[in-house]
């Protein structure tokens, strides 16, 4: 039991967990008044972190538009903000007091939900790096919960303001991977914001290998029901449903189990409303509300007979969009019906259960009118059988017909366009050995141990995958794709469908013939019997990408070096200053304010906005012409900045981020090879280990070579801000993009000046 103090806070440093349990023994602590001391100090923690201003840089690939693209996280304690850099640049920042919820998904993938915005769904590096950033992200969540918004929270809606257990006991999770689904045993503690389970062997020890499960409801997404069974229930939040089962004892009873399930429920479902009203009262919520006034309620779901909370009210469906439907449904508030026998239990969010012609309270709220007769659905169409010699199909935007009819496809195509059949056919053949084909089509009879999902995905890869299962383990002996290796989507895309410890388990029981099983089977257990398959798939994908990300990165940093040495090196740039000083202190001083001895270059994008008594007269203008009028030379100040012509896109911040995930990248492959070498003195696969060897120097090499130049410009760039003045945390594609704006607004000024 003291483990599991340790096990729900692996943050905390040994000497706070140790002096924790020493409590507990001593019986100066109970154990939940332990846990709830730990938290404390988790937060406390959290506190000290933020006051020491780090920040944390991941490599990671964010789903956009139907396609996975490579990002870099960061979390900056510093300016408290979580930012999506892309190659430098920084695509968006968004501020820790935006961070709502993070749901843990399958694999190394995860996702964040912030106020306002799309949720961001990701994929990890390793599982490594999601456990880290899913335990900065709670942090986040935790502060934001007990102290930002406690007062706030204890005065509208009761809820306490301290991370106290408002309830705990042992709790059954249905866990499992691909293959397999089993009941763990969780010790569940519910607080304000979240509910905590922390993994037990056997009821009494603690797994140290397993992280805790947070599953948080600050979303105002988060519900909970029960199920038809007595001992079960459901919780759902934005992203995953979590089903729990109340575990059975000699001396519990049916309705001791039903009581303990029903209290879990309740206590649940109260957090869950009171965050879904607390979600609805912020001003972001202001127009669902009154999209949500101007519906009306057409669906109820389930309330038991013992008053558990089970659901809540449905908007009706009508004029709802897709994007809109899941808003619209978190967003209604629940009361309370008298149960009815009659009413349907739901199969999913948006099924409308049967409502009874007796209900007086629903008939006098909503009449009901007669559902029509569902009509059959038409046949579905028959599949055209594939050709032998099969290519990839090329996926059209089809024109409708009426718009062909007025088209040149229809009068303005002479039908003289002649092809080159057999060369189209080598170019985009599809490379399915006959086995693989054979064994997919002709095993669907077979039953298959993955999920069916999954299955169907995996399913789709291994028809363009020309590897067979028993030649899999080789292959991922082979570093470069030029010698034979995976190719670099191949690897991504294995890397999505690794075996968790569960379906290791399911697979490795099988006692039968490899040959029986279903193609998607027979690779699942392949990759099954692959020691540390998950690593070496990381490994490789990382030398495929680390020479891409070091060639991009470069150019960049060096036009950020000439950038800095061309903006510190301007005299004639910094003599324009002063002559906007000199304008601005004469207009200053004529209007009674007092005169200044500098301003940040923020500044001159606010010259254009400034008219004169003839509207088409603006202070850039003014300043334009003073220079022609005293010292045209000067109006040339644009040829000594001349990589400002077009809009800086990374900025210094970003770059150096994404050293830093190269430089962690990189590191983690020394230590592959490093472990590597001590299990496997005698490398069983000779070139293997010397094309590793030979990728890290190389890579290490070029990698202090870009650490050089990236100091060069962050060294530069710091005298840049001590010479105009800027803050020390200027970012550096803000500042360029003020002096690029200027330069264009003063060249167009001073060529109409010249006519």
């Known amino acids: 039991m003291e483990k599991s103090i340790v096990q729900g806070v692996p943050q905390l440093s040994n000497e706070m967990q140790l002096s924790i349990m020493n409590k507990v023994k001593s019986g100066e ?40 693209q490579k990002r870099v996280l960061q979390v900056d304690f510093n300016t408290k903000m979580v930012c999506s850099i ?50 900065l992200v709670s942090q986040i969540i935790h502060s934001n919960i007990y102290s930002q918004s406690a007062d706030r929270l204890e005065d509208v809606y009761q809820m306490p303001p301290d991370p106290k257990s408002l309830r705990q006991g042992q709790l059954l999770l249905q866990k499992g991977g691909m293959a ?22 056997d009821g009494d020890a603690v797994s140290s290998s397993t992280l805790p499960i947070v599953i948080h409801f600050s979303d105002g997404k988060a519900r909970v029901e029960t199920s038809h069974s007595f001992d079960t229930f459901t919780l759902h939040t934005h992203c995953s449903a979590y089903q729990f089962r109340v575990p059975m004892t000699d001396v519990m009873k049916t309705a001791d189990i039903q009581t303990e399930r029903d209290s879990w429920v309740q206590a649940i479902g109260k957090l869950c409303m009171n965050w879904k009203c607390c979600s609805q009262s912020e001003p972001m919520y202001a127009d669902l509300k009154k999209l949500r006034a101007s519906r009306t ?19 009706s469906t009508e004029e709802v969009s897709d994007g809109e439907e899941s808003t619209a449904l978190s967003s209604v508030r629940a009361f309370p019906l008298p149960p009815t026998p009659a009413l349907a239990k739901p199969c999913s969010p948006v099924c409308l259960p049967t409502m009874p012609s007796a209900s007086p309270l629903y008939s006098d ?31 059209w935007d089809l024109l409708p017909q009426d718009k062909i009819d007025k088209s040149f496809w229809t009068h303005g195509v002479s039908g003289k366009a002649k092809i080159d059949t057999f060369l189209l056919f080598e170019q985009f053949k599809v490379k399915v050995s006959e086995n693989v084909a054979d064994s997919v089509d002709s095993s669907h009879h077979i039953e298959i141990m993955l999920n069916q999902k999954i299955a169907h995905n995996f399913n789709i890869f291994l028809k363009s995958f020309p590897v067979q299962p028993k030649e899999l383990r080789e292959k991922l002996c082979i570093i470069h794709e030029k010698d034979g290796g995976l190719s670099d989507e191949q690897i991504a895309s294995l890397r999505r469908y690794v075996p968790t410890v569960e379906d290791v388990e399911m697979y490795k029981s099988y006692k039968g013939v490899a040959s029986d099983l279903h193609i998607v089977d027979q690779y699942m257990l392949e990759m099954c019997n692959i020691s540390f398959l998950s690593s070496r798939l990381d490994l490789l994908l990382t030398l495929r990408e ?60 606010k010259l254009s906005q400034l008219r004169g008594v003839e509207r088409h007269v603006t202070l850039l203008h003014a300043l334009a012409e003073q220079i022609v009028l005293h010292e045209p030379g000067l109006a040339t100040f644009p040829s000594e ?45 000779p070139k293997f280990s010397k094309d ?22 962050r060294k530069i760039y710091s005298d840049i801000l001590v010479k105009f003045g800027e803050a020390a945390d200027q970012d550096s594609q803000e500042l360029f993009g003020w002096v690029c704006q200027f330069i264009t607004e003063f060249k167009k000024a001073h060529a109409e000046l010249s006519k």
């Open 29 to 68: 602590l109970s154990i939940d008044d332990a846990i709830d001391q730990a938290r404390k100090n988790n937060l406390e923690l959290f506190q000290q972190k933020e006051k020491q201003a780090t920040q944390y840089n991941f490599s990671v690939h964010k789903f956009n538009r139907y396609r996975w």
């Open 86 to 135: 892309e190659k430098g640049i920084i695509k968006r920042q968004l501020p820790f007091a935006c961070v709502k919820n993070c749901h843990d998904g399958t694999g190394t993938k995860f996702s964040i939900s912030f106020k306002g915005r799309h949720d961001y769904e990701l994929e990890a590096t390793s599982m490594q790096e999601k456990q880290k950033m899913l335990q």
């Open 180 to 201: 397999s689904f089993k009941w763990k045993r969780y010790e569940a503690h519910l607080h304000a914001g979240q509910l905590t389970l922390l993994s037990t062997n």
């Open 297 to 315: 309620v057409t669906g109820l779901l389930q309330h038991s007979e013992d008053g558990a909370f089970s659901g809540t009210l449905l908007p």
């Open 365 to 395: 709220l909503h009449p009901v009118a007669p559902s029509p007769p569902v009509p059959a659905p038409p046949p579905l169409p028959r599949k055209k059988p594939l050709p032998e010699d099969r290519t990839k199909a090329f996926h």
């Open 546 to 605: 680390l020479p891409i990300t070091m060639e991009d990165l470069e150019p960049l940093i060096n036009q950020k070096i000439r950038m800095c040495q061309q903006l510190i090196g301007s005299q004639t740039f910094v003599c324009v200053l002063e002559y906007l000083l000199a304008v601005g202190n004469y207009l200053n001083e004529h209007a009674g304010k007092d005169k200044a001895k500098g301003f940040r270059l923020s500044s001159l994008i």
């Open 641 to 685: 900045l001349a990589e400002f012509d077009t809009v800086p896109g990374a900025s210094i911040k970003g770059l150096t981020a994404e050293i830093d995930v190269v430089k962690n990248e990189l590191q983690k492959a020394l230590q592959y090879k490093k472990s590597y070498t001590k299990k496997n003195p005698i490398p069983q696969h």
């Open 692 to 713: 590793l060897k030979a990728a890290i120097e190389k890579y290490n090499m070029d990698l202090q070579q870009l650490t050089k130049k990236s100091e060069e410009m």
